[in-house]
């Protein structure tokens, strides 16, 4: 294992946290941490004042830049998931890595030697304390900025990276405060710059198989999804002085909410065309179960006074929201990185004629169940299905079986295109690479991003939003409208092939 040693202004890893308030003017939504017992106020809680859009910044919903034949990419951040996202650029047609940043000893000597290594050319390295970044923007200039830092970095580093007239692209979620989610897309309308959150499950096979199914009209109109990010991590504890664990372990001791909510609900959104056209984010109410799970496992694990020892953990060990959309479907958002149980992001979209879920694979519907047969379009006439037994649909297609039937039939195109080369590429089914591909070629063609500036900003609401309600004993809280209306023009996501 690499080891590094942090330098120069960042200061210890302890106070990390506190390095970044230099960064993103951090803020809290409310006194952390205490959830009331009950709700101070079942009115919904109006967070969405919206100031007009000031002149001369644009709406960046289905927003072209102009193409750009070589794409020159500078990452931020050469953690666990920077140095993925570095080697994936490497082998991606129309771009190049022209410059890594990141403050600890040896990681972007390391990062430029291996890229120098594969391709022949070293990028430029920054390195020297927690503003490089600032640098290496004013200095080389890239085309698209890549952020892979702790999450309370996000926000200013995407507006750093606009204002520098580069496109960005942050991983989630895309900020932590609704202050600084409207700082990036303001930001994003007035430097006409796209700023994407990199939510990568929505290029799951099963999830872009989803998309493919429900854009089909196969389960009918849509009522209801449920989205979760339910992943045990709580080992990353071990990484104390760098790495994931070193400043994640924070969050969970100063907040209480969803502070993860993107990797399930994004692929959601996008089947139910949420601030696409069809239908919007209204509320969400949301209730934390208590917080034993951190502090247990610090007690077994750690000496007594241990840092972790000395933290009181606020965050409630299962974070449950429900979300209410402008078309009144609903949407279960639940989070978990504590508990031991089985990981699962639910991915469950539920319609009038049908439901398609995950973890395991099973759909069930009056159209693709077993025991119905599809009548295909003939002279003209519709297509549609035959229910051969009893109410074909209550029976349904599970785990082997429904990949069996599903993938030959249903996967996305871009999944055919790209799935193979993805898949050999990337431990996580090829989600990863599929969606860097798209990021290159959407700024190689100058086509509008998959995932738009508004999207990145109304999933990651989830977070600052799920925190309050549960300050405020579950009140619910109306969602601000990042697009300020124009929602209602915006293409839903094509199904790309
Ligand atoms: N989409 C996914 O599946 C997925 C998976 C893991 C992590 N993530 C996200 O990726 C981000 C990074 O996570 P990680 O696991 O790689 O964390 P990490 O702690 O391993 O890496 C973060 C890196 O950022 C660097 N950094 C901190 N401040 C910096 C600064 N001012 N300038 C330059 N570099 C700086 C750190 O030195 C560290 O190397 C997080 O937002 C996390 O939520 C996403």
Redesign the pocket.
């Known amino acids: 294992m690499r080891q590094?040693q942090?330098k120069g202004a960042?200061g210890t890893v302890t106070n990390?946290l506190a390095?970044?308030d230099e960064?993103s003017r951090a803020q809290s939504s409310g006194p952390a941490g205490a959830e009331a017992t009950h709700a101070k106020n079942v009115a919904p809680v109006d967070t969405s004042a919206v100031s007009p859009r000031p002149e001369g910044s644009i709406y960046m919903g289905g927003f072209r830049a102009s193409k750009i034949e070589n794409v020159r990419v500078a990452v931020?951040?050469?953690?666990?998931?920077?140095v993925l996202q570095t080697l994936h650029f490497l082998s991606i047609p129309h771009c190049e890595v022209v410059a890594v940043?990141?403050?600890?000893d040896g990681?972007a000597k390391a990062m430029a030697n291996q890229i120098e290594q594969c391709t022949g050319r070293r990028p430029a390295e920054y390195d020297k304390n927690?503003?490089?970044?600032k640098k290496m923007l004013t200095e080389v200039k890239p085309d698209a900025v890549i952020i892979?830092?702790?999450?309370e970095?996000?926000a200013q580093?995407a507006i750093d990276a606009m204002e520098s007239g580069a496109h960005a692209f942050v991983?989630?979620?895309l900020a932590i405060t609704l202050e600084d989610l409207w700082r990036v897309v303001d930001t994003s309308e007035r430097t006409q710059k796209h700023c994407m959150m990199?939510?990568?499950?929505n290029y799951g096979r099963n999830e872009l198989m989803f998309l493919n199914m429900v854009r089909q009209g196969l389960i009918g109109e849509l009522l209801h999804g449920e989205a979760a990010y339910i992943h045990e991590l709580r080992m990353q504890m071990f990484?104390e002085d760098?790495?994931?664990g070193?400043?994640?372990t924070n969050h969970y001791a100063s907040r209480n909410g969803n502070l993860?909510p993107t990797?399930g609900l994004g692929p959601v959104a996008q089947y139910m065309n949420l601030a696409r056209g069809e239908d919007s984010f209204d509320r969400i109410v949301s209730f934390s179960s208590p917080a034993k799970g951190r502090a247990a496992y610090a007690k077994k694990n750690f000496a007594p006074d241990h840092k972790w020892n000395k933290l009181e953990f606020k965050c409630g060990d299962m974070s449950s929201s429900l979300i209410k959309t402008k078309l009144g479907r609903t949407i279960l958002v639940q989070w978990d990185e504590t508990s031991p149980r089985p990981y699962d992001r639910k991915n469950l979209i539920q319609g009038t004629e049908g439901t398609l879920a995950d973890y395991p694979l099973r759909v069930a519907g009056e159209r693709i169940s077993p025991g119905v047969s599809e009548i295909p379009e003939k002279g003209g006439q519709p297509g549609g299905a035959e229910i051969s037994s009893e109410g074909g649909y209550h029976e349904w297609y599970e785990g082997d079986a429904a990949e069996k039937g599903l993938y030959s039939k249903y996967d996305h195109p871009l999944y055919k295109r790209l799935g193979e080369k993805a898949r050999k590429k990337d431990n996580?089914g090829g989600m990863?690479y599929i969606m860097l591909c798209r990021v290159i070629e959407c700024l190689h063609n100058g086509e509008p991003m998959d995932q738009n500036v508004y999207e990145g900003a109304f999933w990651s609401a989830v977070g600052p939003l799920s925190e309050k309600s549960v300050n405020e004993g579950g009140a619910p809280q109306i969602f601000p409208d990042f697009t300020r209306g124009d929602w209602k023009n915006t293409a839903p996501l094509p199904v790309i092939r």
Not at 76 to 82: A, F, M, N, S
Not at 130 to 133: C, E, F, G, I, V
Not at 148 to 151: H, I, S
Not at 198 to 201: D, V
């Open positions: 590094y942090l960042m990390r390095i970044s960064l931020i951040g050469l953690g666990e998931r920077g940043c990141d403050p600890y990681a927690s503003m490089a970044y892979n830092t702790p999450w970095t996000h580093m991983e989630v979620p990199l939510e990568n499950c990484s760098r790495g994931c070193s400043w994640r993860y990797h996580r990863n």
